[in-house]
Nanobody
Framework: QVQLVESGGGSVQAGGSLRLSCVVSGHTASSFAMGWFRQASGKEREFVASIIWAGTRKSYTDSVKGRFTISRDNDKNTLYLEMNRLKPEDTAVYTC??????????????????WGPGTQVTVSS
């Protein structure tokens, strides 16, 4: 059974940086496209970024382009999200997800099959 576990969340001031990690267990990560979603309090979960199995194609939501970078290390079965120039509006629970379609980039939640429990990111002004 595939499981995803995120880490790296925390509290930072606006303008700061964080790097989230998501470890895949139970299956080789290279079988999946992967993505990051986030859900702020009182809001719907939204797409943040995605990456195909080989890491050669990526997709970002407009609000994070130029600030966030998604990457993966299939040898370590790990997905990353490097977040720079963080803003208070980036505050949310960040969740990683895996798609059994290795070239799938989403951005619909329905395109992803397995979800992690999430990690909290809080950005203060």
């Amino acid at each position: 059974q595939v499981q995803l576990v995120e880490s790296g969340g925390g509290s930072v001031q606006a303008g700061g940086s964080l790097r989230l990690s998501c470890v895949v267990s139970g299956h080789t990560a290279s079988s999946f496209a992967m993505g990051w979603f986030r859900q702020a309090s009182g809001k719907e979960r939204e797409f943040v970024a995605s990456i195909i199995w080989a890491g050669t194609r990526k997709s970002y939501t407009d609000s994070v382009k130029g600030r966030f970078t998604i990457s993966r290390d299939n040898d370590k079965n790990t997905l990353y999200l490097e977040m720079n120039r963080l803003k208070p509006e980036d505050t949310a629970v960040y969740t990683c997800a895996a798609s059994r379609h290795p070239y799938g980039l989403g951005p619909s939640q329905g395109d992803f099959d397995v979800w992690g429990p999430g990690t909290q990111v809080t950005v203060s002004s």
